[in-house]
């Protein structure tokens, strides 16, 4: 069983950078594919990132490309969402998630394991 715990969410103006983190236990990181999603108020969660567990290839959705970044460090079990020129639309309820051995995957059913998010509040 792996538990990912998310950090780094916070308030912060139009234009601004986070870095949010996702701390994994229980399991072998290495081997488990990252993603990170996002559910703003009355809205469905939605894909965010990608990052393989094998090949380290990545997948973003559009609204985020160019601007969010995801890495891994496997020796500290740890995954990050490096968030630049952030919008009031990014504003959202950020969540890890894992899927051992996974390919890459936009869908929520694809992955096994959720933290319990981090808040993001982007202001105008």
């Known amino acids: 069983q792996v538990q990912v715990v998310e950090s780094g969410g916070g308030l912060v103006q139009a234009g601004d950078s986070l870095r949010l983190s996702c701390a994994a236990s229980?399991?072998?990181?290495?081997?488990?594919?990252m993603g990170w999603f996002r559910q703003a108020p009355g809205k469905e969660r939605e894909f965010v990132s990608a990052l393989h567990w094998g090949s380290g290839s990545t997948d973003y959705t559009d609204s985020v490309k160019g601007r969010f970044a995801t890495s891994r460090d496997n020796a500290k079990n740890t995954v990050y969402l490096q968030m630049n020129s952030l919008k009031p639309e990014d504003t959202a309820v950020y969540y890890c998630a894992a899927k051992k051995f996974g390919a890459l995957a936009k869908n929520t059913l694809s992955y096994d394991y959720w933290g319990q998010g981090t808040q993001v509040i982007v202001s105008s």
């Open positions: 229980g399991g072998t990181f290495r081997t488990y594919t």
